[in-house]
């Protein structure tokens, strides 16, 4: 095999290291345009899973690097004058160009040919000259702009600036600190090297940078290797706290977009990708270089394990793809977090500390209680003590409110309107497609009563109409019948019967939606055709390609939806729900005066955004003035429409404060199903920022909602004021009694979450297999566990720090 590798950054030199390694007649030969001597870049962090892997692959590069690093297990958040520590996570890390000096030392030792001070010939000409072309040449690559056809790159330019600097203030743990200033915010993302300097990363939003005065200074062309001086020593005079007398120093420091660097391809023939080149991910989640070196080991891996280069490749790819973008998702989470941490400065410090934490969804509650039981108990007790505030009752004592602090958070009430709910968890709107003419039976009682029995604070009933007209299929229950409206009394009297959980319904019209089969296996809903009903919208747009076009609703029709609404509301009062919701989103008939893309109207009812919410205040309006106040009263809505011209992130805030203004205790904050075209990016709790960003941005109450599927995700989600709710949809369609089980999997056993009294015997977990035994001790001496706080203290003596200096 012949060789050849463009770019001698760490990545390049390492797969060039690991390749001649493993196959001693192979002909490698690198290419850098830098000097072997140049020095760029500040310091680099590893996590304890690759550096398992570095050891293995190589022990004596991970030796040396062992030799160099500064480890530590901190956290440090610092902000609003105070600082938060969390302990057991484990960094170690050191200087770049250290590095790169025991990568280069080790390709020498093995006898890679390292050209430095070269530019490499041009792709083609290496391809067709070797066997196979690894291209290492970082974020800007000109190998992926050479074979951008096949590659079809994406580059996601953000808009918040930083700049990559370091210091001589050697910090003792990984720090991150938020200033609020008049400006707006900075954050700083510092981790020490070695026993002299830290990396230290400045991060602004675009306008906080603008007022801050960065952009004047940054308004000119700079030399290659030249930095922006005027910038850092402004940066001196806002951060001098935070440096105690230290300075900042720069190397080629300029103000910086962050790109995200996505491939549809990695590998073009014999040519492939790694790196910078392949992909990037936000430096709050972890170090670029350390995913290149994990893309050096698993290429050299594949091409030692497979027959030929073109399998191999393949192969590579499809390794390292999946741990790649998961990697992706965590950092596009933190890097989101990080552009709008304006957002969260109205927090206190111990529930922004935590926020801050578990911004990438990567880290959770349950997570941080191991890693650090005592930092998730401080902030336990806070919000314990936030919640008592607003839900104990009258006369509650000293003891029995400061008790919560160790409740888990989701078993904390929360007051919603007028109803004190018993814990945090909501059975969201499912649609049974069960009823007939409307008129809900005993599925719907033992959906409705399974989950109330199951634990959930707050149960809906799905999807029911405000007339028949309004209905999505046959199958859908109704409220606009007095058959209907007896029978939901039965179910709720039932419900009340054997539980204290609180039972609300969800009205709706379905608008252009409506007059459908109940859908099929693949989720799809074919029109009922002749069979069906007329259909009203915003506008006379149809859902998809084979729907009805709707007709365009008149003032006659929407004084007839009003009524309907209201009439319905007085029914459910009736028929005993404790709450309502109103379906704002999804493509019905409020969501499609609500979306620019369903509603075309001319009127008043159309247009800009005060326009289309005229119709849907005026029946939130109408409502809330038949809705009793000690009740609960609450909106549903696609926050996003999930293609390109749809509702927009500042379309959805004022949507929110809009109904908040008009009555509403709370939102629930759904995405899409607005348009047949949506393109959504599914997850895991894929939809929770938008609730994140309605609360935060309002302070109206906001029920999360979509693939929250664990009671580790719904204590991390209210415990960082993402959201005050979580609706727990599928997960319970799974185990209807899966707030019990999570209850019982933590260890908790209050009025939160009480088991029925004839299902008592079933609160612990069934024993299985094995489960009674008990393992022998193997060892003689047992291992100290490793501290949770662990602190980088430099190993310098005075003299030699002072002289660093």
């Not at 954050?187 to 602004?204: C, G, K, L, W």
């Not at 109940?518 to 074919?526: F, H, K, M």
Request: with cysteine; hydrophobic share 45%; proline share 6%.
């Amino acid at each position: 095999m012949r060789v050849a590798v463009i770019g001698g950054g760490p990545g390049g030199l390492y797969f060039a290291a690991l390749a001649q390694q493993l196959s001693p007649q192979w002909e490698i030969t690198v290419w850098e345009r830098n000097a072997r001597d140049d020095a760029f870049g500040f310091g680099v962090v590893f996590s304890d899973e690759t550096l398992d892997g570095i050891a293995q692959a190589d022990p004596v590069v991970f030796e040396a690097m062992s030799a160099q690093f500064a480890r530590w297990s901190d956290i440090d958040v610092r902000y609003g004058g105070e600082v938060h520590v969390s302990g057991g996570h484990g960094f170690a890390a050191l200087d770049r160009n250290r590095l790169r000096e025991i990568l280069q030392g080790r390709c020498a030792e093995l006898g890679v040919e390292v050209r430095y001070g070269t530019e490499a010939p041009p792709v083609a000409e290496l391809s067709g000259a070797y066997d196979l072309v690894v291209a290492a040449d970082g974020i800007r690559s000109a190998v992926r702009e050479r074979y951008a056809g096949t590659f079809r790159p994406d580059l996601d330019e953000r808009s918040c600036r930083y700049m990559w600097l370091s210091t001589d203030r050697v910090f003792e743990a990984f720090t991150f600190i938020v200033e609020k200033r008049d400006f707006g915010s900075v954050q700083v993302h510092a981790y020490p090297y070695d026993d002299r300097r830290s990396t230290f990363i400045v991060e602004m939003a675009q306008e906080d940078w603008r007022r801050a005065g960065f952009a004047a200074l940054a308004d000119r062309e700079f030399a290659r290797g030249e930095s922006d001086e005027a910038s850092v020593r402004l940066l001196e005079e806002i951060l001098a706290d935070h440096l105690d007398g230290h300075r900042l120093i720069p190397n080629a420091s300029k103000w910086i977009r962050f790109t995200t660097v996505r491939n549809a391809s990695w590998h073009h023939g014999n040519v492939v990708l790694l790196g910078d080149a392949a992909h990037t991910a936000h430096f709050s989640i972890g170090s670029g270089t350390k995913l290149a070196m994990e893309d050096s080991l698993a290429l050299v891996a594949c091409l030692h394990e497979h027959p030929d280069v073109g399998s191999a490749l393949a192969a590579y790819e499809a390794e390292r793809r999946p741990v790649v973008e998961s990697t992706q998702r965590a950092a596009q989470a933190s890097l989101e977090w990080f552009e709008n941490v304006g957002r969260y400065t109205a927090q206190a410090p111990p529930q922004f500390a935590f926020n801050l934490l578990t911004r990438s969804r990567r880290v959770t509650y349950d997570n941080l209680r191991v890693r650090d039981e005592e930092f998730t108990a401080a902030v336990d007790a806070w919000h314990a003590d936030r919640s008592a505030l607003t839900t104990a009752r009258p006369g509650a004592t000293a003891a029995q409110v400061s008790a919560t602090a160790t409740v888990p958070p989701m078993f904390r009430p929360f007051r919603l309107g007028g109803l004190l709910l018993r814990n945090r968890v909501v059975a969201p709107p499912v649609a049974l497609y069960c009823a007939r003419d409307g008129v809900p039976g005993d599925f719907e009682l033992v959906h409705l009563s399974t989950r109330a029995l199951g634990g959930s604070g707050l149960v809906f009933a799905g999807m029911t109409a405000v007339s028949a007209a309004g209905r999505a299929t046959p199958g859908c229950p109704g409220l606009y019948t007095d058959e209907q409206e007896a029978a939901w009394r039965r179910i709720t009297d039932f419900v009340h019967g054997q539980s204290d959980a609180c039972l609300g319904v969800q009205l709706t019209h379905a608008g252009r939606r409506a007059a459908t089969g109940v859908p099929r296996s693949d989720g799809r809903a074919v029109p009922l055709g002749p069979d069906g009903w007329p259909l009203i919208a915003a506008s006379p747009l149809a859902w998809g390609e084979h729907a009805a076009v709707p007709r365009e609703a008149t003032r006659q029709d929407m004084d007839a939806v009003l009524r309907d609404f209201a009439a319905a509301a007085r029914r459910a009062d009736r028929a005993g729900f404790d709450a309502l919701e109103l379906q704002y989103g999804h493509g019905h008939l409020m969501s499609g005066f609500l979306s620019p893309l369903t509603n075309a109207r001319t009127d008043a009812y159309g247009g800009n955004l005060t326009g289309r919410l005229r119709f849907p205040l005026e029946v939130l309006g109408a409502v809330r003035a038949v809705w009793p106040t000690g009740k609960a009263l609450v909106v549903r809505i696609s926050a996003a429409d999930w293609a390109e011209g749809g509702t927009s992130e500042a379309d959805a805030v004022e949507i929110a404060r809009a109904l908040g203004g008009a009555g509403a205790d709370a939102v629930e904050v759904s995405t899409g199903e607005v348009v047949a075209h949506e393109r959504p990016r599914y997850g895991r709790s894929y939809q929770t920022p938008y609730a994140d960003l309605i609360r935060n941005a309002t302070a109206l109450p906001t029920i999360a909602v979509g693939a929250i599927s664990t009671y580790d995700d719904v204590n991390s989600i209210i415990l960082a004021g993402r959201a005050d709710l979580c609706a727990v949809g599928r997960a319970q369609l799974h185990d209807p009694l899966w707030t019990l089980h999570a209850a019982a999997a933590q260890d908790y056993s209050g009025p939160a979450a009480p088991w029925p009294a004839s299902w008592r015997a079933g609160m612990d977990r069934p024993p299985g297999a094995r489960t009674d035994r008990v393992p022998p001790r193997l060892r003689l001496l047992r291992e100290a566990p490793a501290p949770v706080h662990q602190r980088w203290v430099p190993h310098l003596p005075a003299a030699a720090a002072a002289a660093a200096r």
